[in-house]
């Protein structure tokens, strides 16, 4: 008799919807024999990424038949030099997804406790539904996070909560004072994730708590970053968590010993020098959303308060037609059904020709 594998999952997993990502311009070409493809889909960056990257990475891979190092050595001292860390705060990851549920696995029994908001990033519910945790969603505010109200969600069971400043899909963030209030809420004993992914796009008069410089201060706090949105190296795989040496060495015990590939280590470690390109990279994301949010203005589409490289659209009605118009104008958005919005879109700001081509493919969607 053959298994019913659905029923031998663990009940987290059984019940767990697929996460959808971006549909691939490769894709959308074979359906529709589109060749000129404008893919604002999944938040990464428009531009190639820094050649002494490239470089550094086309290098390595003369190398590739040994295992890459396992301690990641020279990428932690170089981000322990950046960002003014000790080297035993930090943990690398295969993308900083993967220290997401390092972090469950390690901190979370079964029936335990993880708490995040609604809306929320897509990959908290599944690191806790794959611990077996109880999981307590919070209300959102204005479709951000309501600090407050996810502290006052935190009980004696809870492990982990998952912040995400700003969140992705809706843009949405919290200030430093907010966040201050929210850690002298939250007891030393849980643990709190604030999952900084978006942080080199954030505009400085937004006042962002400083994730890495507050790890110091409170030692049931753990920061991620990424080198797959500002750093444009999403498709190598690679991000970072920083947090107190104790937890720090249970995360590096944890993790799979190889789990940062060659190529994926040495541009990683060349990007975070490379301080032109991620300046080039921030001032065009700036001006593009500028532009997106002039000719979204123009259409009459609001838009939710974004400190990301995307912005999140409320079409005041539901987006499906509109998602698959705009397929069929060569322009793939990222639409928000899955996660219980859907009437928004969520558009990667692109480079300037990228973000014209979805203004006027949208003018033409919204006028048929
Ligand atoms: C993109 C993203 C990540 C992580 O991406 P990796 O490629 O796994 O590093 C983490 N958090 C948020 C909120 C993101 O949008």
Partial sequence: MAIDFYSRATAGVATLNPYRPGKPASELQRELGLTDIVSLASNENPFGPSVKALNAATEVLTGMTRYPDPTGYRLKQAIAERF???????????????????????LVEPGQGVVYSQYGFVAYEIAARVAQAKRTVVAASGFGHDLAAIA????????????ANPNNPT??????????????????????????????????EADLPDGLSLVKEYSNLVVTRTFSKA??????????????????????RVREPFNVNCAALAAAE???????YLERVVQTCRAGKAQLLEGLSHLGVSVLPSQGN???????????????????????????????????????????????????????????
């Fill in 84 to 106: 003014d860390l000790a080297v035993d705060q930090l943990t690398l990851g295969n993308g900083s997804n993967e220290l997401l549920n390092i972090l469950a696995r390690i």
């Fill in 152 to 163: 006052g969600q935190v009980d004696e069971t809870t492990r982990l909560v998952f912040l």
């Fill in 171 to 204: 843009g949405t963030s919290f200030d430093r004072s907010e966040f201050s209030a929210f850690m002298q809420r939250v007891p030393e004993q849980v643990v709190v994730v604030l999952d900084e992914a978006y942080s080199e796009y954030v505009e400085p």
């Fill in 231 to 252: 750093y444009g190296l999403a498709g190598l795989r690679v991000g970072f968590a920083s947090a107190n040496p104790e937890l720090t060495d249970l995360m590096n």
């Fill in 270 to 276: 060349a990007s975070l020098f490379d301080g032109q």
């Fill in 310 to 368: 995307f912005l999140t659209l409320d079409l005041g009605q539901d987006s499906t037609g509109i998602y698959q118009s705009l397929l069929r104008e060569g322009v793939i958005v990222r639409p928000l059904h899955p996660y219980d919005m859907p009437n928004h879109l969520r558009v990667t700001v692109g480079l300037e020709a990228e973000n014209e081509r979805c203004l006027q493919a949208l003018k033409k969607v919204l006028s048929c």
